[in-house]
């Protein structure tokens, strides 16, 4: 892909968004597409000594780093972060990826970076929602800590529940840290044939997102991927702040095109694309 229009959509109503790109070679076979929304839910950041409680918008709910003390000696680490997801919440909006990360005030140094995911466990019942836990250190070769370990491997829907992360730092922090948590959530997970228009629509009454399809079969030269998306007024701004990821194959494997269009904090009722 070469180019996405247009670079500005209202937050509210709907919108279509249109990415070019130029296909080498005619395709005469059958093209499926694979697409994923997830949206941000809270930036919540702070002194990592103090940490801090964000709620998610409506009523989904919230999360809170509980802070670490400063300085930080080498040796293990805690990370320790609450995390309630609201029962209100339907099965699509349970596979939630919630990053926490740590950075050196004074020098930029990374300190920390934990990726904690959730979905919706098979233990779930009537009632009762389950959610299995996995996660992962998202640490690079600067990062001072590495992160081995994490309870717990479930969490309750509704209540509020304590993850917590054990790293091992490498060296004394002797300058204040500030740390950064969000949540993103799966909006919408689809495949289809790419040849056919299709709708759908999100949870929670919030909007819609639509593959427009693609002709079949495809010539050469420019061709155009179209995906409308539609936001209703109840969405809040933090709601805002989205990537959508589609790709395409033809039946014989062979990638047709990838295109990622990633929306921002909002300005006014407007989203930069």
Known sequence: MKDVQPKLIPLHGSSTITGTGTLTEDVDEGVTYDMVMETQFTDCTGDAAEGA??????????????????????????????????????????????????????????????????TKSADSQLGKGVLDVDWADCGDADTKSKIHSLIPSQLSQGGTNKIVGTGTLSEDVNEAIKFESSM??????????????????????????????????????????????????????????????????????????????????????SVVV
């Open 53 to 118: 409680k964000c709620n998610f918008p409506l009523g989904m709910g919230s999360i809170e780093f509980e802070g670490i003390p400063s300085p930080v000696k080498a040796g293990e680490i805690p990370i320790n972060v609450d995390l309630k997801i609201s029962t209100l919440l339907p099965a699509t909006l349970l596979d939630t990826t919630t990053i926490v990360t740590g950075i050196g005030v004074e020098t930029g140094n990374k300190i920390f970076c934990l990726n904690v995911y959730t």
């Open 184 to 269: 993103r959530v799966k909006f919408v997970e689809v495949s289809g044939d790419a040849a056919r228009k299709k709708k759908n629509n999100f949870p929670l009454d919030l909007g819609s997102i639509t593959f427009d399809g693609i002709p079949s079969p495809i010539s050469a030269g420019e061709q155009d991927i179209t995906v409308t998306v539609a936001m209703s007024k109840a969405v809040p701004d933090s709601v805002a702040i989205t990537t959508t990821h589609v790709t395409s194959q033809t039946a014989s494997g062979k990638k047709l095109f990838c295109l990622d269009v990633n929306t921002g904090a909002p300005d006014d009722l």
